[in-house]
């Protein structure tokens, strides 16, 4: 709710910086996939599996050069309240192709010439946010999958309401303020080292305060870096 005085406070009681919970991480959650992890940030829950690297069908679709990343992210029916019709949408498309576009610059895929990568993300539960925790478990399954990669991906969304900056916003607060004015949210993708691999923003900001976007999402990233590093070790034991 938003006071003048107050500015904007957290109807779950979360401080402005603070991710959901619970954060969970695991790996190798599909036997028959090449890899495969699941992600989980307060109720948004995503599954991530990984198949090949496979020649790409069909022939005319590949490149000599290097091996291609498909991504596709689909939201299933039963995710949220109000069922949504089975089937590829605009949505899902563009969420596939920003997909792809966070996770290739991580990947070595130079290294397979004329192969693909297909990497299916399913949301089981979406409370938004799933686009970020679809990307937080496709690069954990790119690396349970053996996919060379120069460094791993993390993502978190940025919320703008009013002129409040929050971190992490749950459905209730991505619908309740989507139209209010000077309302935004901000997904972005962070490799470990630092890298923006993805970005979007609709809506209005200032140059200052989009800095501050892109602090609070590197923190939040730190953190959720850390979460899948040690999923990823216990797979490995
Ligand atoms: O999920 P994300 O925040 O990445 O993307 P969005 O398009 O901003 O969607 C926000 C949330 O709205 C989703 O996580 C779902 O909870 C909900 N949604 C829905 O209920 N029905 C849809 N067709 C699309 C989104």
């Not at 829950?45 to 198949?51: D, E, H, P, Q, S």
């Amino acid at each position: 709710m938003t006071t003048k005085e107050k500015g904007y406070v957290r109807e779950d009681g979360r401080k402005n910086n603070e991710l959901r919970s619970p954060i969970k991480a695991e790996v190798g959650i599909i036997p028959n996939a090449d890899g495969s992890a699941m992600f989980q940030i307060g109720k948004t829950i995503a599954l991530a599996a990984v198949y090949g690297p496979k020649k790409m069908h069909p022939q005319h679709s590949q490149d000599p050069e290097k091996g291609t990343l498909r991504c596709t992210y689909n939201m299933n029916s039963f995710s949220v309240e109000e069922r949504i019709r089975p089937g590829p949408s605009r949505r899902s498309t563009e969420i596939s192709k920003i997909t792809e576009w966070a996770l290739e610059p991580v990947l070595m895929l130079d290294k397979f010439p004329n192969m693909v990568v297909d990497v299916h993300i399913n949301i089981i539960q979406a409370d938004a946010g799933t686009r970020c925790a679809g990307i937080n478990a496709a690069a954990m399954a790119l690396a349970h999958a053996g996919i060379p990669m120069k460094d791993m991906v993390s993502s978190i969304s940025v919320g703008k309401i009013d002129k409040t900056l929050v971190l992490d916003l749950d459905k209730y607060e991505d619908s309740e303020f989507k139209d209010g004015e000077g309302s935004t949210d901000i997904p972005v993708s962070i490799t470990h080292a630092g890298e923006i691999t993805h970005l979007q923003l609709d809506g209005k900001i200032s140059k200052e305060q989009l800095m501050e976007v892109i602090e609070m999402a590197k923190e939040a990233c730190g953190k959720i870096y850390e979460i899948q590093k040690k999923a990823l070790k216990e797979a490995i034991k």
